[in-house]
């Protein structure tokens, strides 16, 4: 999940499963994101974070 705030700053929560994570950062450079602000794992099951190491 992306959350863009109104003071230009994004967040990240989760990543997906590792087969996900260039779907994930192909989506935020879509959005014109070219930063994340804070990145968020709720818990750290690999289909929650496994996608993280792609970030930019």
Known sequence: MLIQT??????????G???AGKKVVSYLRKQKVDQIDLMISTHPDYDHIGGLIYMP
Request: overall charge negative; proline content about 23%; hydrophobic content about 25%.
């Open 6 to 15: 109104p003071n230009e700053k994004n967040i990240l929560i989760d990543g």
């Open 17 to 19: 499963p590792p087969q």
